[in-house]
Nanobody, 126 residues
Framework: QVHLMESGGDSVQVGGSLKLTCTVS????????MGWFRQAPGKEREGVAS????????YATDSVKGRFTISQDEIKNILYLQMNNLTPEDTAIYYC???????????????????WGQGTQVTVSS
């Protein structure tokens, strides 16, 4: 059984940084893709970043490129999202997810049919 649990969400000022953590059990990095998604109030969920079984990283949203970094500790089985230079538009609930794919396959587009965490709130205020 796959279980994902996010942590690290907080309230920060514009320009601040946060590092989100997703602790994963029942799913290894070699099994497929892991990724971060977010949903802002009144908006649809959107993909943020993903990493596939070959550790190829994809940033789905242009607004986060250069500011957010997805990474993975395969030994501890933890997924991270380092977020720098945060803006109010980054305010959302952030979710991590995992989906099984064939070896080396690119990560699928949202919605992922795999497993999801409960989310962690990130609030950026000016």
């Amino acid at each position: 059984q796959v279980h994902l649990m996010e942590s690290g969400g907080d309230s920060v000022q514009v320009g601040g940084s946060l590092k989100l953590t997703c602790t994963v059990s029942g799913f290894t990095a070699q099994a497929g893709c892991m990724g971060w998604f977010r949903q802002a109030p009144g908006k649809e969920r959107e993909g943020v970043a993903s990493i596939n079984s070959l550790r190829w990283k994809t940033y789905a949203t242009d607004s986060v490129k250069g500011r957010f970094t997805i990474s993975q500790d395969e030994i501890k089985n933890i997924l991270y999202l380092q977020m720098n230079n945060l803006t109010p538009e980054d305010t959302a609930i952030y979710y991590c997810a995992a989906v099984r794919t064939s070896s080396g396959a690119a990560c699928p587009r949202d919605p992922w049919s795999g497993d999801w965490g409960q989310g962690t709130q990130v609030t950026v205020s000016s």
